[in-house]
């Protein structure tokens, strides 16, 4: 029997998406994801947060690109890939990635204006 590899993730974005296109004209989108659940210890509650390394690649990066933003509320459907590397010391390290097959961004319609957006209905106004 063959393994699952399924990730579904709904998060806050960190911070602003970083993308771009490598030499072969791959485009590439990365970025921080925070999921956050609260746990419950002698009585105290506390939100416990983690982050999660975010590579969107291909059409998905491009689509991505256009509309998220750090802080929107985003829903992820995708696999975990862990690679390895030699850092400048020659220490073996492993960093883990969530690659999406699909995203949906969550929130109030607001959320989904993107400054662009808002320009262009300012700009009708005047």
């Known amino acids: ?21 490598l030499q072969d004209n791959t485009a590439v989108l990365s970025f921080p994801l925070a999921t956050s659940e609260f746990v419950i210890k002698n ?3 506390t939100e416990h947060t983690e982050w999660h390394n975010i590579v969107m690649w ?3 990066a491009e689509a991505a690109h256009k509309t998220l933003r750090k802080g929107k509320l985003i829903y992820i459907e995708g696999k975990c890939r862990t690679q390895s590397f030699e850092d400048k010391e020659g220490i073996k390290r492993y960093t883990t990635e969530i690659i999406p097959e699909i995203f949906t961004l ?17 700009r009708s106004e005047k």
Request: aromatic share 10%.
């Open 1 to 21: 029997m063959s393994g699952v590899n399924k990730v579904i993730l709904v998060g806050h974005i960190g911070k602003d998406p970083e993308f771009r296109y």
């Open 43 to 45: 009585g105290i509650k």
């Open 58 to 60: 291909r059409s998905l």
């Open 106 to 122: 969550l929130g109030r319609n607001s959320d989904f204006e993107t400054d662009e957006f808002l320009e262009k209905i300012v």
